[in-house]
């Protein structure tokens, strides 16, 4: 293949032009709602990113955490039925910010930052299929996770983070603000947008990552 044809990485591979032409599309056609998390997407994609077979994005391989991992998995936006079904199941509404999250991407994975999904195996097929790495499960955050939370059930959990070593802090939804909390139920920080609750958690998470990165491994950025 002609040499204008491929793009180097710092890390001396080869990323096809056509492939990150695909992953910018992809993540150009984001909401700007969600301009932090594709700013992110796009700063790194330049180490060794590729699209799977199930159209998810996986951007900044990240082999010295596992041969697999990446820094970032943006997963396929959820079947426009699901939110219903999810709702079904469980008496409870999905926040219309979330949903439309949903329908845009069904979960990610940023760094040590999880936003969770309508996982698909479980509403395609009724059954949490173990061979493949999904989002994190909405279904399951709001009828088990959230009970490690000392929080008004009634509140939509639909993420977190790692906190400490040893804790995570989950996100929540009350019907006025998302929060951030503590498992003893203490409020870390809060946020009237969802937009802005991105901005704010992925800086905190790039952060955390960037202190893991190995100092003989050199990464690629577009600032």
């Known amino acids: 293949m002609p040499a204008q044809q491929k793009a180097l990485n710092v890390g001396g591979n080869y990323m096809e032009t056509s492939l990150i032409e695909r992953i910018l599309q992809k993540v150009d056609s984001y909401s700007g709602d969600y ?19 199930s159209e998810t994005l996986n951007i900044l391989h990240r082999p010295w955490v596992a041969p697999f991992n990446w820094g970032l998995r943006l997963y396929n ?3 426009k039925n699901w939110p219903d079904q999810f709702e079904q199941k469980t008496l409870r509404a999905i926040p219309d910010f979330y949903k439309d999250f949903l ?4 979960g990610c ?9 309508l996982t698909p195996s479980i ?6 299929d173990r061979t493949q790495l999904q989002c994190h499960d909405l279904l399951t955050a709001n009828t088990d996770w ?8 009634r509140n939509f959990h639909f993420g977190g983070r790692s906190y400490t070593f040893s804790e995570n802090i989950g996100y929540f939804f ?5 929060k951030a909390l ?24 790039e952060k955390i990552m960037i202190k893991g990165i190995p100092k003989a491994v050199k990464i690629s950025k577009e600032e």
């Open 146 to 153: 959230i009970q490690n939370y000392k929080v008004d059930k």
């Open 77 to 79: 936006g959820a079947d």
């Open 174 to 178: 009350d019907g006025n603000e998302i």
């Open 123 to 128: 509403f395609s097929k009724g059954t949490l």
């Open 35 to 53: 301009l932090a998390l594709k700013n992110q997407a796009k700063k790194y994609l330049r180490n060794n990113s590729i699209i799977d077979n």
């Open 109 to 117: 994975f940023i760094y040590d930052l999880s936003l969770f999904g």
């Open 103 to 106: 329908l845009e991407i069904n």
């Open 182 to 205: 503590r498992s003893n139920g203490r409020t870390i920080k809060s946020w009237q947008s969802f937009s802005v609750f991105l901005d704010d958690e992925i800086r905190e998470a």
